[in-house]
C-alpha cells in the first residue's frame, strides 16, 4: 500500500488529474511536461497512460488513444509522440498507454486485456484529462496496430467503441510464410492473424503502409485488408511511395501523410 500511496502523491505533483492506483515514481518514457497516472489491472499487472495538457481552443476535444509498436515486447509509448503532436494540432485530446507486453505475461490476452481497460479508464474520466468520450479515436503503430484492431475494432470490444482506428504500417499477417511475428507468437500464429483469421470489425479501419517498408510486408497487409473487406469489414488501405516501416515516429515522413490522418479521424467536424 506505500506504494500505491507514494504513486497518487507523484501523480498529483506532476498534474494528473487520475488516482494513480500503483507504482513508484513517473515512468521514465513519459514526455517532459505530460501528466501521467497508473492503474492496476490484474495482481501485479499495470497499464500506465500520460496526456498533454489540453490546448485552450474552442469546441470539445475528442481523445485520441495512441497504442505503440515494438513487436508486442518492446516498444516505448513515447515514440508515439509526433503522432500525439499531430492530431492535437487537429482537436484531439492524445494519450499515451503502457499496456503488458510478450515477456511479461504469456500471450496477448493481456495486452488486450490492459488496453481495454485503459480505454474504459480514460473513457470514464475524459472531461480531467481534458477531452471528451464521444468522437474518440484509435492509433496503433506497427504491432501496436495489431493489437488495437483486436482490442477496438473486432466484433467482441469493448461496449463503448471508439469512432474510428487507424493503423500506421500494422501488423496484420503473423504467419511464418508471409508475415511478422510467427517466432514470437508460436502455435498461435494463426489465431492472431487478421489475414488468416479475420474477425469481423465493428468499427471503420484506416490503414497507412509505406511502400518501402522491409519489415512487415505491403503485399501481405493488401491481402489482409481484403481479408477483412470479405468479412464485411470496412477497411481503407493508403500505400505511400517511399516510407519505411515505422514511419510514424519520424516528424518529417509523418508530415508525408498528414492529410490522410486528418480525414480519416474525420478531424474537420471535431473542431
Partial sequence: MRGCR??????????????????????????????WAVHEVRPGGFVTIAWPPALSVEGVRPLALLVHGGGWSGGRPDEM?????????????????QYGRLGEFASLDAALA??????SYVVERAESIGGAAENSI?????????????????????????SAVVLLCPVLD???????????????????SLRHNPPRLTVPV???????????????????????????????????????HGFYV??????????????????????
Fill in 114 to 119: 490492459d488496453l481495454r481497460t485503459a480505454w
Fill in 81 to 97: 509522440v509526433p503522432v500525439a503532436n499531430l492530431v492535437s494540432e487537429f482537436g484531439y485530446q492524445p494519450v499515451l498507454v
Fill in 174 to 192: 503473423t504467419s511464418p510464410q508471409t508475415g511478422f511475428g510467427a517466432e514470437r507468437l508460436g502455435d498461435d500464429w494463426r489465431r492472431w
Fill in 6 to 35: 507514494q504513486a497518487i502523491v507523484a501523480a498529483v505533483a506532476g498534474g494528473a488529474l487520475l488516482p494513480s492506483s500503483c507504482g513508484d515514481s513517473r515512468p521514465a518514457w513519459t514526455p517532459p511536461g505530460y501528466r
Fill in 206 to 244: 484506416r490503414v497507412l503502409h509505406g511502400s518501402e517498408d522491409e519489415v512487415v510486408s505491403p503485399a501481405s497487409t493488401v491481402a489482409a485488408v481484403e481479408a477483412l473487406r470479405e468479412k464485411g469489414g470496412d477497411v481503407e488501405l493508403t500505400t505511400v511511395d517511399g516510407l519505411a
Fill in 138 to 162: 484509435v492509433i496503433g503503430g506497427s504491432a501496436g496496430g495489431h493489437l488495437a484492431t483486436w482490442a477496438f475494432a473486432a466484433h467482441d470490444g469493448p461496449t463503448f467503441r471508439p
Fill in 250 to 271: 519520424r516528424s518529417s515522413d509523418l508530415g508525408r501523410v498528414r492529410r490522410d490522418i486528418e480525414a480519416w479521424c474525420g478531424l474537420s467536424n471535431h473542431r
